[in-house]
């Protein structure tokens, strides 16, 4: 039986009428050699750049846990066109990708028939939620090379960052670039989670009058920010952007900071510091590593005219709420942090970084937690997003809003 999804992509691809039946024929004969040599078929999500770097790099921390107990050969494919360029060169140094013709066929049979299950890959467990916190349990799996290392710290040097200089990202969803990368298509359900970058510039201030270097990143970006400083850089709408450039500056930096928009996974994959400015939903925000500190958006009720507690928000099913629809459906408006807030919060995380301290916890944070695990364990449908619940709250929001502790 060929369902809609199935009958789409053949409708689309049309040689896949004729590749599929020969790939079934393959497939059973891999079946049948399996026992000493398993060959696996997995398609990278290459569309999106969250999905790319971290369902990658936990597919890959996954699999260096497993026992090996036979000889396997994994071959991948890219169902569309790279979002970064460069990504897949460091890729292809690892694991064997052909093109999407040889590669496709077998990975849509051996995902939907069961019997061919065992030929999958490229799935981690949970997506882009590293539940099992592997992140924290080993390094980056992707290298740069000796002479890309030396190129990156060359434009570097050419962007203005002096030698040890401490570099923070900032990058501030605000629509544009899917509504530019993608102009048939409609993300303004999104619309709830976008941001202006002039909200930072208070904060941005602070930074660099304190030497730190501090970089926008992004490639499509709708606002400029009117500030000048030597450091600082509008990386987003300079001369120095690249793809390659995109993942060596992350490599490269103490602290990202973001408002939950996928260019943070730059910073995800090598490990640093992530500071998340307004976490949601609440039911999914990142929790896997004591490298990650939280922030929270309030929901304001517009019949009640407050904010909701944090019980409230699971009791009126607002944990799990993925789009502007079911928010405006529910006559909730989330509230963003004032240039202030922001400040107060990136102050507190820049002191943590100094002490190097990532185990602590304050005594909001530990009543937050406690809360929080019991809402997860009332609430079953959260499971999926969380393993051990490892990074912080910020103590100047949890005490400026103690809302978030009932």
């Known amino acids: 039986m060929i369902f809609k999804k199935e009958f789409r992509i053949l409708k689309s691809e049309p040689l896949l009428f004729i590749t599929l039946p020969f790939s079934l024929i393959i497939l059973l004969i891999l079946k049948l050699l399996s026992p000493i040599l398993l060959i696996r078929f997995g398609l990278l999500h290459s569309d999106r750049i969250g999905h790319f770097l971290i369902n990658t790099e936990l597919f890959f921390c996954e699999e260096i846990k497993k026992p090996k107990t036979r ?4 071959i991948f494919y890219f169902p569309t066109h790279p ?18 013709i040889i590669v496709r066929p077998f990975c849509l049979i051996s995902r939907k028939l069961d019997f061919f299950s065992s030929h999958v890959t490229g799935k981690p467990s949970n997506g882009d939620y590293d539940v099992k916190n592997l992140l924290d349990q080993s390094k980056t799996q992707v290298k740069f090379t000796d002479d890309e290392i030396k190129y990156g710290e060359k434009q570097l040097n050419k962007m203005g960052i002096k030698k040890n200089q401490k570099i923070i990202c900032i990058a501030i969803r605000d629509g544009l670039y899917l509504k530019k990368k993608y102009p048939n298509s409609k993300f303004n359900y999104h619309d709830h989670r976008n941001e202006n970058i002039k909200n930072f510039i208070l904060a941005i201030n602070y930074l660099t009058k304190n030497k730190y270097f501090v970089i926008r990143m992004g490639s499509l970006t709708k606002n400029k920010i009117n500030y000048k400083h030597k450091n600082f850089l509008d990386y987003s709408r300079s001369k120095h952007r690249s793809d390659f450039m995109d993942l060596f500056i992350s490599s490269k930096c103490d602290l990202f900071i973001s408002n939950n928009t996928g260019v943070d996974a730059f910073g995800i994959l090598f490990r640093k510091p992530i500071l998340h400015i307004g976490s949601i939903p609440v039911g999914a925000i990142s929790t896997y590593s004591n490298k990650i500190f939280n922030t929270i958006l309030n929901h304001y009720s517009i019949p009640l005219k407050r904010n909701l507690n944090f019980s409230e928000i699971f009791e009126n099913k607002l944990h799990l709420g993925w789009t502007k629809d079911y928010f405006d459906q529910k006559k909730i408006r ?10 107060d919060y990136i102050k507190e995380v820049i ?39 490892r990074s912080h709250f910020l103590y100047t929001f949890l005490k400026s809003n103690r809302n978030f502790l009932k």
């Open 71 to 74: 000889n396997i050969i994994d």
């Open 83 to 100: 979002c970064n360029s460069f990504f897949p060169k460091m890729l292809r140094r690892k694991i064997l990708i052909l093109p999407k």
């Open 334 to 343: 989330l509230i963003k942090f004032k240039p202030s807030e922001i400040l």
């Open 351 to 389: 002191s943590i970084l100094d002490t190097k301290n990532f185990s602590y916890e304050h005594k909001y944070e530990k009543k937050f937690k406690k809360l929080y695990q019991k809402k997860l364990k009332k609430f079953p449908e959260t499971k999926f997003y969380h393993g051990k619940i």
